[in-house]
């Protein structure tokens, strides 16, 4: 007995459904995989991130004092196998005090990020996407916000809002967020052109439904990379406002707290203010080598590579 026409269409229909969900995450990580691996610089970057974080979440495991205990008869004292790092004016072990530095530098990155991406999507695909008024009112907003240098401007808020490491936060953030809306505005721009864009809206979609669901998930890979490649300048900002004393308080083993305190012994005493500079300067690097792996990973122009 011959098969029914609609059986075969039945087949057809059975052969052709595209890949479950899984599959594609499946074979997404495992092209993004390759690709990191044929970049063994970048990810030499992400092992660094990596460890950095492990450092963060054991720190209480890997250091081996107390970080804001003093001990001023060991002050100063030179690298040596019992203080790696050295010690400060106060006795305390450098390395132990880097330790759970990194702690707060992370916290520092992470909260910032979280707070700057979903603020800069938001603004940048709503601009792009409505255009007109609404795109000419975000987007003055937004210069007027750039026309001021970041760091002066976070200077200005952190001052204003009392000296601390939640107010450093916060100064960054409502820095840092004008870059990710003009690329995220870009973005929409394209996007909202695209033939699948106008499908939903012959389908009949809402304008909401058609930003949340079809236009900001195609501006996230973008963002993502923008905020990697401004964690290192995030970081200089944050270790800045700790040199000039706005960041984390003391006893708080910040960077630029740390950088700060030991330049008045930079001559006779070298490491109290270059280990936290060397600090800085290797995860500030490993952001951005990370930042640079990540945009050719997510490079839809390499996507099918």
Request: overall charge positive; hydrophobic content about 55%.
């Amino acid at each position: 007995m011959s098969p029914s026409p609609m059986s075969n269409v039945i087949r057809s229909e059975i052969r052709i459904r595209p890949p479950s969900v899984p599959s594609r995450m499946a074979a997404s990580f495992a092209r993004a995989g390759r690709k990191l691996a044929a970049e063994p610089l970048g990810l030499a970057g992400f092992v660094i991130l990596g460890l950095l974080c492990l450092i963060a979440i054991f720190a209480p495991l890997l250091a081996p004092y107390d970080p804001v205990i003093q001990s001023l008869g060991d002050a100063l004292q030179p690298p040596s196998l019992a203080h790696p790092a050295g010690t400060d004016e106060f006795g305390r072990d450098i390395l132990s005090r880097l330790i759970f530095g990194t702690r707060i530098t992370i916290q520092t990155v992470l909260s910032i990020s979280l707070i700057v991406g979903p603020i800069g999507l938001l603004i940048g695909v709503v601009a792009g996407f409505f255009g007109g008024r609404t795109d000419a009112l975000l987007m003055r907003a937004t210069d007027i916000v750039l026309s001021f240098p970041s760091l002066i401007l976070a200077l200005a808020f952190a001052a204003a809002l009392g000296a601390g490491l939640t107010t450093a936060i916060i100064a960054i953030s409502l820095t840092a967020w004008p870059p990710i809306a003009r690329l995220a505005r870009a973005e929409a721009l394209v996007v909202r052109n695209a033939d699948y864009v106008v499908a939903a809206r012959l389908y009949g979609a809402s304008p909401i439904r058609i930003l949340l669901l079809y236009i900001a998930p195609m501006c996230i890979p973008s963002v993502i990379v923008r905020l990697t490649l401004n964690m290192a300048g995030i970081i200089l900002t944050a270790a800045s406002l700790g040199f000039l004393g706005l960041g984390a308080q003391p006893p708080a083993p910040e960077w630029g707290a740390m950088i700060s305190n030991g330049r008045k012994f930079m001559l006779d005493y070298w490491w109290v203010a270059v280990m936290p500079g060397v600090a800085i300067l290797l995860t500030s690097l490993a952001f951005n080598i990370a930042g640079d792996a990540l945009r050719d990973i997510l490079d839809p122009r390499h996507a099918r590579s």
